[in-house]
């Protein structure tokens, strides 16, 4: 087997305490990367820089709250003081909540969603840009959600923050490409990951954190620029978004409803 692309760069991985994070961290320990490792929980950070250790990996971690751009910034320059330049990073940290509709948790679900995946995705990418645009290369990857592409009822804080994550990476993309930059937006459906733990609907196409590390990883690897995935999931919101209004009002009712009850 040949040499890893991945091997000894710099990856940063935000959200690497849990879930899809953790899968993709301890999957680029395999393939030889320097790992730095974000997220605000330490101990579990802790955990998993010990687990990438003791199968011979490298692996720096800090503390940070992505929503917060001070703190977001000291995580990556404490990583790329240590480590040197970061070469890829991978701005995973979400959260997914329902956004009620009594006025306080209506503001305060879909504040910290907007502030989480979106300000997270652009706090992360702006804290390692300008080291990729004085070096003429680098990789930003987003991981937003198919989620972006259609607003179930219920989860419309979500969405939104999902679908501006899209914007604005294909806006970054043609900016930073004359510059050598290449950013990738990544758009899973369901992955089996605390996230969905509380979700009582069904799941169509539902994959493990493993097997969707193992697409987003190749997907990064092969240059893609928007990776939707999985083809099943992908292919279910085609036909919906065919269906007259009325009946795909219907559906995104009783699948917001379903998700949440
Ligand atoms: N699971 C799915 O079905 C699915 C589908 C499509 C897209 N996604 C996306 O995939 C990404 C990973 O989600 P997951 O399913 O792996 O969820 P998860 O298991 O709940 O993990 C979320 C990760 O994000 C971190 N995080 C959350 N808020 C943060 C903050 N303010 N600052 C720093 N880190 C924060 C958490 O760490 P701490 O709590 O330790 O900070 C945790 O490591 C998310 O962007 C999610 O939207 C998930």
Redesign the pocket.
């Known amino acids: 087997m040949g040499r890893s692309p991945f091997a000894e760069k710099l990856i940063l991985v ?9 899968a993709m961290a301890l999957d680029l320990a395999k393939a030889g990367a320097k790992v730095g490792i ?4 330490a101990n ?2 802790d955990e998993l820089a010990t687990e990438i250790r003791a199968i011979g990996g490298q692996v720096h971690s800090a503390c ?5 751009w001070e703190s ?1 910034r000291a995580a990556v320059q404490q990583i790329e003081m240590v480590c040197g330049p970061a070469e890829l990073m991978i701005a ?5 909540a329902p956004s009620p509709l009594d006025a306080e948790s209506h503001v305060r679900e879909i504040g910290a969603m907007i ?3 979106t300000m ?1 995705v652009v706090h992360s990418f702006a804290a390692v840009l300008p080291g990729m645009v004085d070096r003429g290369r680098g990789h930003l990857v987003a ?5 972006a592409y259609i607003p179930f009822a219920g989860e419309g804080g ?1 969405s939104a923050s ?1 679908a501006a994550v899209n914007a604005y990476t294909g806006s970054l993309r043609e900016q930073v490409r004359p510059m050598g930059i290449r950013v990738t937006t990544i ?10 733990a509380g979700n009582h609907g069904s ?1 169509p196409g ?1 994959m493990s ?1 493993e097997k969707a590390s193992y697409k987003i990883l190749a997907a990064i690897q092969s240059g893609r620029e928007v990776y939707n995935f999985p083809l099943v999931t992908v292919g279910l919101l085609r036909l919906l978004n065919l269906l007259p209004g009325w009946l795909l009002r219907r559906v995104i009712t009783d699948l917001g409803e379903s998700k949440f009850d």
Do not use: E, H, Q
């Open positions: 935000t959200g690497a305490s849990s879930g899809l994070g953790r974000i997220a605000r929980r579990l950070l940070a709250d992505v929503a917060d977001l995973n940290a979400g959260l997914g502030r989480t995946n997270g991981i937003s959600s198919l989620a979500y999902k758009c899973p459906g369901f992955i089996t990951t605390p996230m969905t799941m539902v954190a």
